[in-house]
Nanobody, 127 residues
Framework: QVELVESGGGLVQPGGSLRLSCAAS????????MGWYRQAPGKQRELVAV?????????NYADSVKGRFTISRVNGKNTVSLQMNSLKPEDTAVYYC???????????????????WGQGTQVTVSS
């Protein structure tokens, strides 16, 4: 139905930067929000940053990344990027893109939102 394609992970030294991108495509009526979550080994998946695509671009960040990471929508499309600066070893994790979507099928009924997830991209911060 809906596919999320992620790109931009990799290995970077502490203090470095990376940029992640995620594009949503498929049977989409509307994408109401997109964001990034991460999961480190032995830990639960946690929110990193999210942005609303329907109310003027409201954003929300985890306290641990505020001031270092910036999430933004790209050119009005169903694509978001996550600019990560001043990376720390504790940022090492698999980063997953999330989209809150009303599918074309849902738009013909109750307009219910559904969560979709990308396959994940590894970010490793190490010297």
């Amino acid at each position: 139905q809906v596919e999320l394609v992620e790109s931009g992970g990799g290995l970077v030294q502490p203090g470095g930067s990376l940029r992640l991108s995620c594009a949503a495509s498929g049977s989409i009526y509307s994408v109401n929000g997109m964001g990034w979550y991460r999961q480190a080994p032995g830990k639960q998946r946690e929110l990193v940053a999210v942005v609303s695509l329907v109310d003027g671009g409201t954003t929300n960040y985890a306290d641990s990344v505020k001031g270092r990471f910036t999430i933004s929508r790209v050119n009005g499309k169903n694509t978001v990027s996550l600019q990560m600066n001043s990376l720390k070893p504790e940022d090492t994790a698999v980063y997953y893109c999330n989209a809150v979507v009303i599918t074309l099928a849902a738009a013909m009924g109750l307009m219910r939102e559904k969560d979709f997830w990308g396959q994940g991209t590894q970010v490793t911060v190490s010297s």
